[in-house]
């Protein structure tokens, strides 16, 4: 298994408050993603780093904000959370782009957030 | 629009019998296709990655095809087992999208004794 590691696996919080969820990595790659992961729908892709400070936006970053000043860390934050944001949170790493395939993409165990 | 169909939704087969799922894409360009294995509760765990020139790909007892001229690909389970119970997402990769990955709705397996 890859080392990664996300904190906190579960949370409950209230509406409008801010969340922080963190994935934490021992393998060293360079590449880090956050996915959420709701009934009805496949994973989807919140944000990426491709570096130390190098991050950008995926497919559904609205209400989101990443940031990454080590390699072994990549933090997402829900600047005021809502109901919709209630999901699973999948980190994932890579060592090389997701679309090559010549490496394999690495999933943590998932952080489980509920908004009330 | 880039899509990743999978069928059935669920499927519930004894043990020891073989299954096989479908996955069906959209995605253009196409760069590879991925299987993933998941858990109740737990993260995807890669089972299989596919490129254009792949046809088969084997990880013991799973054998995932890929046709890529019709965008089809599927994943044969031989004489599954209790810990196969499971959902499997099959995932597309486009050229040039990055970090961007399109991934199916999975199916639900359920293997009973």
């Known amino acids: 298994d890859a080392g990664i590691t996300q904190s906190p696996r579960h949370k409950v919080t209230e509406t409008g408050t801010p969340v922080t969820l963190r994935c934490h990595q021992t393998?060293?790659?360079?590449?880090m993603y956050w996915y959420r992961q709701d009934p009805g729908h496949g994973l989807r892709l919140i944000h990426y780093?491709?570096?130390?400070?190098?991050?950008d936006k995926g497919e559904v970053s609205d209400g989101y904000s990443v940031s990454r000043s080590k390699t072994e860390d990549f933090l997402l934050t829900l600047e005021s959370a809502t109901s919709s944001q209630t999901s699973v949170y999948f980190c994932?790493?890579?060592?090389?782009?997701?679309?090559?395939?010549?490496?394999?993409?690495?999933f943590g165990e998932g952080s489980w957030l509920t908004v009330v | 629009k880039n899509q990743v169909e999978q069928s059935p939704q669920s499927l519930i087969i004894l043990e020891g019998k073989n299954c096989t799922l479908q996955?069906?894409?959209?995605?253009?360009?196409?760069?590879?296709l991925r299987w993933y294995k998941q858990d109740t509760g737990r993260g995807p765990v890669s089972l299989t990655i596919?490129?254009?020139?792949?046809n088969t790909k084997s990880n013991g007892r799973y054998t995932a095809t890929l046709d890529a001229d019709t965008k089809q690909s599927s994943l044969h389970i031989t004489a599954s087992q209790l810990s196969d119970s499971a959902s499997y997402i099959c995932?597309?990769?486009?050229?040039?999208?990055?970090?961007?990955?399109?991934f199916g709705k999975g199916t639900k397996l359920s293997v009973k004794p």
């Open positions: 994932a790493i890579s060592d090389r782009w997701a679309e090559s395939s010549g490496n394999t993409i690495y």
């Open positions: 393998e060293n790659h360079r590449y």
């Open positions: 780093s491709y570096g130390v400070k190098d991050t």
């Open positions: 996955c069906n894409y959209t995605v253009s360009p196409f760069s590879n």
């Open positions: 596919m490129t254009f020139s792949e």
């Open positions: 995932v597309v990769s486009a050229r040039g999208s990055q970090g961007n990955l399109i």
